[in-house]
């Protein structure tokens, strides 16, 4: 479920609750719960920039172990 489908499904679903509450704190509810989708889907995306990022260190570290390899045999070769 994206988080447009679900910030409309809950003010759908907000909009239906019983008539007892204001408009303004039927407005102040779907608020928080739109701040709450929010703050889900960033704290998502900063697990997959996490992984991003550790991925990125591994393969530095592989490119930098290769060119210490080719830098030896290149030695070796001219000895």
Known sequence: MTKDKLKDDIIRTICCLNSDISNKDRNLLIELLKS?????NNTELEQKVKVIEQKHNEL???VNELEERVHQLENASQS
């Not at 709450?36 to 889900?40: F, N």
């Open 60 to 62: 530095v570290d592989t």
């Open 36 to 40: 709450i989708v929010d703050y889900t």
